[in-house]
């Protein structure tokens, strides 16, 4: 995956280095990649919630509403006009001080922040050209020939922003309450929607975002978009939206809340178990609220929130953390007094946050490890220590170097000792030591230096992610640690230190050949010492699925029943549809229900060479893929636009397709995209290589 990756990060640098540092792009219009590098190094940043709510927080017409203070305008049903009317002449943060906010960020250990330029009220906090509702509306933003301030805080916080060093990225809500061409409108809103137009308002957003990127406010590292749950993504015309962003700003980082997936995921208010397999930020809010909410007082503690940095690290996540400023743009005393705890820490423990992820360490009962890896070549492995270990004993299984030293990093309490036990590393802690790791708040850090990335005797990997073969496949594994030995079988019996090592090949490559079914379970030894970790996957051979007569006309037939689904239709659910017409591409059709309904697809697709496709379908809500009558892809329930993928062996020709999607209420997308033999990426599927059938009863 990285290997991939390499060359256009390489060309990036080459262009940069051409053009004297300046960002340019090439010749070739080649788009810079997203740049991940300073994002995986910070680790944790800032979101702040601001706006018109921020004036309101949470208090309409001397009521306290709890909840989340930038939703009011929706649920206490404010028309958006009388709305502005109150808030836009009351919005004069007279108080607000971008460096205060900005050191407050800096001084907490955070390395970027992240505004809401425009939330779901359809205020911008920035002077903008192509509407009203915007700071210049306020005697805050008005220009001083005008009687104003002539402030853009925006600006400042670029400004400011640029003056210590922290990146800074912009959220985006792509929904809108106030727009007059935003739809659908909420129930409860009596503006007249004749006249309203989607795309127009697709057109504004576009130019909104130029404005926030087009160079005004320098350099943008992120652009985060939201609420984009009432429409698909060619109506958001995200694909522009996107692409103007990584034009304008090289290398920007676009979260997946366009419609689409995005560079990076955003799991909102909670940590995904186990980590996710592509780049992850969850972002948190540090008391009930997003947006200041006058009478919330309920704040995590620095103790939990650096928990759950940890937590997030140690997972290869990023930790976007909320605070809510008020209508005079002052942070409230409790966030400050949690952030200054917050920075204290990290003042002496963030060697084991910044540049850190993974391990190869199992998840100890105690806290999380985490690893860190330096430029210099020297690393760490990082002992969190939520509470104390139980046994008295830090284990460090399989770390088969010995660290060059063991430090305390807030020196909480004395550093220990370690010894080996064959490839395991112990530390004995003294009761002095688990008494100060079980009353130290927030928590201690052990940090074990390493002169080079240590060998850890963990479970091998395998590299790539194909499960289906046709013929025979090589299955390649991770180059074990050095001096240790990889030990697989394939007939499902567990390897032990009797089972045969394999040897590296001609290329150095750790790497079988199966020709059948097998079930691949893999350990690493090192002197006789077994991991205690074990790799098992399961790969299936398949025969091609033989290719059939191709349709002779483009775009796929499309049925639509109406109906309350919580699953997936069976195709013959479908014979009732009253309404059928055709598709050019995978996509819902026009003219269905706003909720409520099932949609079937069907026709050929035309694989242009024979072998193994991976295809990878997003639905909102459920859906499934189904290819000559076999079901590739299983992605059934109630779930937002979450992608899921499928293989399936075909020969070169056409193959019977039928995609079947249902949605229940709110938003709904559907997307289809293919891998198809020995190419390394998704694409979109070409229009031509989708036929209608002959034989279908609607011909
Ligand atoms: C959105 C906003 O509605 C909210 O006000 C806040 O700005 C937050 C950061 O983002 O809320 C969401 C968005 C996405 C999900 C849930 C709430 N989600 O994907 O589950």
Known sequence: MLIGKKPARLLAIALTLCFGGSIVRGASDEIAPPDFAWWREARFGMFVHWGLYSEAGSVWNGHFLPGWSEWMLNRKKIPPAEYHAELTPRFDPV???????????????????VITTKHHEGFSLWPSAVTDQDIAATKFGKPKTDGGRGRDPIRELADACQRHGLKLGFYYSLLDWSNPDYLPRREWDTRPT?????????????????????????????????????????????????????ALQPGILVNDR?????????????????????????????NGSWGYARDDHDFKSAAVVLQNLADIVSKGG??????????????DPESLAVLASIGQWMHTHSSAIYGNGRALLSVPEWGR????????????????????????????????????????????????????????????????????????????????????????????????????????????????????????????????????????????????????????????????????????INFSRSELSPAQTCGDRVGLDARVIVGEFETVPASTTFDSSKQSNTVESVTIP????????AVQLRGMIDAPSSGVYRFEIASDDGSELWIDGIRVIDHGGLHGATPKIGDVALAAGCHEIDVR???????????????????????????????RRLNLKSE
């Open 95 to 113: 108080d607000f001080d971008a460096d205060v906010w900005v050191r407050t960020a800096k001084d907490a250990g955070m390395k970027y922040i």
């Open 369 to 536: 490890w985490t690893l860190a890896l330096t430029s210099d070549g020297s690393a760490a492995i990082n002992a969190h220590l939520f509470s104390a270990p139980k046994s008295g004993v830090l284990r460090l299984d399989g770390v088969i170097d010995d660290p060059t030293r063991v430090r305390v990093l807030g020196g909480e309490f004395e550093s220990p000792t370690f010894r080996r036990k064959g490839p395991d590393l112990i530390v004995d802690l003294s009761p002095a030591a688990i008494e100060m790791i079980a009353k130290s708040s927030p928590h201690p850090v052990i940090a074990f230096d390493f002169a080079s990335q240590p060998k850890i005797l963990a479970a091998p990997t395998i590299v790539g992610d194909e499960r289906l073969f046709v013929g025979s496949m090589i299955v390649r594994f991770f180059p074990p640690p050095l001096g240790a030995t990889i030990h697989v079988t394939t007939d499902g019996s567990q390897p032990t230190a009797h089972t045969p090592a394999i040897t590296p090949n001609a290329q150095g490559e750790y790497a079988i050949a199966i020709d059948h079914t097998a079930t691949v379970r893999a350990r690493t030894s090192w002197q006789n010492n077994m991991s205690n970790g074990e790799t098992t």
């Open 318 to 331: 990023n930790y976007l953390l909320n605070i809510g400023p008020d209508g005079r743009g002052r942070i």
């Open 590 to 597: 026009r003219g269905v229900p706003a909720d409520r309904f």
């Open 258 to 286: 366009w419609a689409q997936s995005g560079d990076y995921a955003t799991p909102e208010n909670k940590i995904p178990d186990a980590g996710l397999d592509r780049p992850w930020e969850t972002c948190m809010t540090l």
């Open 661 to 691: 999607m249902f949605e229940s209420v709110g938003s709904e997308s559907l997307t289809l995209r293919w891998r198809p033999p020995s190419i390394t990426k998704f694409a979109q599927i070409p229009e031509q290589s989708l036929h």
């Open 194 to 246: 004749a006249g309203a137009d989607y795309a127009r308002y697709a057109q504004f957003m576009r130019a909104q975002v130029k404005e926030l990127l087009d160079g005004r406010y320098g350099k943008i590292a992120v652009l985060w978009g939201d609420g984009d749950w009432e429409h698909g993504a060619r109506e958001h015309t995200s694909d522009e939206i996107v692409a103007m962003a990584r």
